[in-house]
């Protein structure tokens, strides 16, 4: 499988609930992120890592953990989120910083009910 | 701080009508700039990729241009088709370390049949 592959691509999950968002790259990029993208909004960058380690956090809430084991997988740990945090999350990937593009995966629809 | 434009939020044409969308930013400084398209509720799939020494790169029935000294950049549709429909992102990498990208807010293309 080549590309940016997101799972699951649907989740509903309610307020008390742990649920885990997964990416996998198969691209050899070193650099891999997390995106968030609500209704009638622009997309927000949530987390940047680079060879796997933090490189960037955007002032995201802690329900929200992300965790990146090596360059080609990345987590997002959700834990008693709120209503407003339903909205399509985003993986992308790029190598060096993203002077060759970045590729984006399909995205998870998450709905917190 | 760079900023990326996208007028008019949506447009709507009928088929086979040739069209440009528009992208303008506010600082030249940067690596490359890339159009990504997006379907309702899917990720994002990258259109083309323009480094910042080109002036244009085309793909099938798209042609992007860029001009860094006028912060312009051109996304050109020949004979648009109905599966032409969805919405078009503007992206640039700014220059310098740890630089991230800088999305415009979209065009929401509608190409009736």
């Known amino acids: 499988e080549t590309g940016v592959t997101q799972t699951p691509r649907h989740l509903v999950m309610g307020m008390t609930n742990k649920k885990s968002l997964k990416c996998e790259q198969h691209?050899?990029?070193?650099?891999m992120y997390w995106y968030k993208q609500s209704a009638k909004k622009p997309l927000e960058l949530m987390f940047v890592?680079?060879?796997?380690?933090?490189?960037e956090n955007n002032s995201v809430p802690s329900r929200f953990s992300p965790e990146c084991p090596n360059s080609s997988h990345l987590f997002l740990h959700l834990h008693t989120l709120q209503p407003e945090d339903s909205a399509l999350y985003l993986c992308?990937?790029?190598?060096?910083?993203?002077?060759?593009?970045?590729?984006f995966g399909s995205g998870t629809r998450l709905t917190v009910v | 701080k760079q900023e990326v434009t996208q007028i008019p939020a949506a447009l709507s044409v009928p088929e086979g009508e040739n069209l440009v969308l528009n992208c303008s930013f506010t600082?030249?400084?940067?690596?490359?700039l890339q159009w990504f398209r997006q379907d309702p509720g899917k990720g994002l799939t990258s259109l083309l990729l323009?480094?910042?020494?080109?002036r244009e790169q085309t793909s099938g029935r798209l042609n992007a241009s860029l001009d860094k000294s006028s912060g312009r950049s051109t996304l050109y549709i020949a004979a648009s088709q109905p599966g032409d429909s969805a919405t078009y992102l503007c992206?640039?990498?700014?220059?310098?370390?740890?630089?991230?990208?800088?999305f415009g807010k979209g065009i929401t293309l509608s190409v009736r049949p």
């Open positions: 992308a990937s790029s190598q060096g910083g993203g002077y060759y593009g970045y590729t």
């Open positions: 691209l050899g990029h070193n650099a």
């Open positions: 890592y680079n060879f796997k380690e933090q490189t």
């Open positions: 600082d030249s400084a940067i690596y490359n």
């Open positions: 323009i480094q910042s020494s080109q």
């Open positions: 992206a640039v990498l700014p220059s310098g370390a740890n630089s991230k990208l800088t």
